[in-house]
């Protein structure tokens, strides 16, 4: 039976994760997986996460299974944190799922059985395994330009041509926030406009949030979803708490089906419940719970977002000091584009030869379509990676 198996395609971010652990320069740069790090290149466990991990230990006495979509009390405070009152409880149905990525797959999944004929629309580029899940379900993944590698910024006028191509029933898939790998995000009256399009042409959105908190701050980064999700007869939302919670390992997400028909929630929730037990069961809840502990308390909420707000803004200090770095050495205005994108990542917008190159010789690690990831950088760092994107001529 093993030997019928064929060997996969390599996942890129996975990848780079590797090559950079096999690398023994001391002052090797990560830039690469989407992971948030501090000045010091750690992942810390957040203040507010350590402190609701010790009172779960002190308090927590079973862990007997929850249930098939989790603790309702987990989709109450995630859909508050991530709707606020947009929709109406009674119009979502929600489920915990194995991260960010298992809501995407649980979505994808779920359109795969509504409606198999659906076809994906993605923005060119977008979180690579984005395209690699939807192949592995079966459905037809369709690209819309999205960025532009003149400017750096989005390509709207390309992006709305392409949409122009939507049927009835074809699903959209947008990035909440932070846009994963450019940066380079729509403005909400652009969102405006691709809702007009969609809604005239039946197509329904879904919206992958995975970087709340991370751009313009909790309640700004949420604005596009909302909007989408009162604005549409029915709309799916993948939402992760890997990294603006910091609990990577922990698989937290949740997937919403959000319909203005409030008597469909019941058949959501259903297949939500149904789905889940087909490939795992019960999703995990250590996670889960420690984030409805903390959005259900205010003294540990306000801690939550004191430390993530800090996080933001290192990362836009950040942006700021390679911007500025790389005008002084460049004397001109054009990596500007590095102040406007927003959240972890920034495509620097270079071929995988320079990308190569610069892994080579300076011990930079990007995602070969050059992501940059900007947490990965400190104040030491930053000068260097300037000098290395000059030297390749970038
Ligand atoms: C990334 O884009 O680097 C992260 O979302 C991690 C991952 O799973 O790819």
């Known amino acids: 039976m093993f030997s019928n198996l064929k060997n996969q395609p390599v996942d890129k971010i996975m990848q780079v994760m590797a090559k950079f652990r096999a690398d023994p320069r001391p002052n090797k740069i990560d830039l690469g997986v989407g992971v948030y790090k501090n000045a010091l290149g750690v992942t810390p466990v957040m203040r507010a996460i350590k402190q609701a991990e010790h009172k779960l230990w002190e308090e927590q006495e079973t862990k007997a299974y929850v249930g098939l979509v989790g603790d309702p009390a987990y989709s109450d405070a995630m859909i508050k944190l991530v709707l606020g009152d947009a929709v109406a409880r009674e119009k979502i149905g929600a489920a915990a799922t194995p991260g ?144 603006n919670f910091g609990i990577y390992r922990e698989r937290t997400g949740l997937l919403m089906c959000v319909s203005q028909d409030a008597a469909k929630t019941p058949l959501t929730q259903e297949n939500l419940a149904f789905l889940n037990r087909q490939n795992y069961s019960f999703p995990p809840d250590h996670g889960a719970r420690l984030v409805s502990m903390i959005l259900n308390d205010d003294a540990l909420k306000a801690e939550w977002m004191s430390e993530l707000e800090e996080v933001r803004l290192g990362m836009l200090g950040l942006r700021e000091q390679l911007a500025g770095e790389l005008a002084r050495l460049t004397n001109s205005d054009r990596f500007n584009f590095l102040r406007e994108h927003r959240g972890m990542f920034s495509l620097l917008g270079t071929g995988p030869d320079m990308v190569e190159l610069m892994r080579e010789k300076n011990g930079i690690y990007m995602i070969p379509d050059s992501r940059m990831n900007i947490a990965g950088l400190n104040k030491e760092t930053v000068p260097l990676l300037a000098k290395a994107i000059v030297e390749a001529g970038i």
């Open 100 to 243: 960010g990525t298992g809501a995407v797959r649980q979505a994808f999944e779920m359109i795969k059985m509504a409606t198999p004929e659906a076809r994906v629309f993605v923005s060119n580029p977008t979180w690579p395994n984005h395209i690699s899940i939807l192949d592995y379900v079966g459905l037809e993944c369709v690209q819309y330009r999205y960025f532009d590698a003149e400017t750096r910024s989005v390509d709207f006028g390309g992006m709305m041509a392409d949409l122009d191509g939507l049927r009835a029933g074809d699903i959209v898939l947008l990035h909440g926030c932070c846009h994963n790998p450019t940066g380079a995000n729509l403005t909400l009256e652009q969102f405006g406009a691709v809702i007009e399009v969609m809604n005239a042409k039946g197509a329904i959105p879904m919206v992958d949030i995975a970087y709340q908190g991370f751009g313009d701050g909790l309640e700004e980064d949420a604005a596009a979803t909302r909007l989408v999700a009162s604005s549409v007869p029915e709309c799916l939302i993948a939402a992760s708490c890997s990294k």
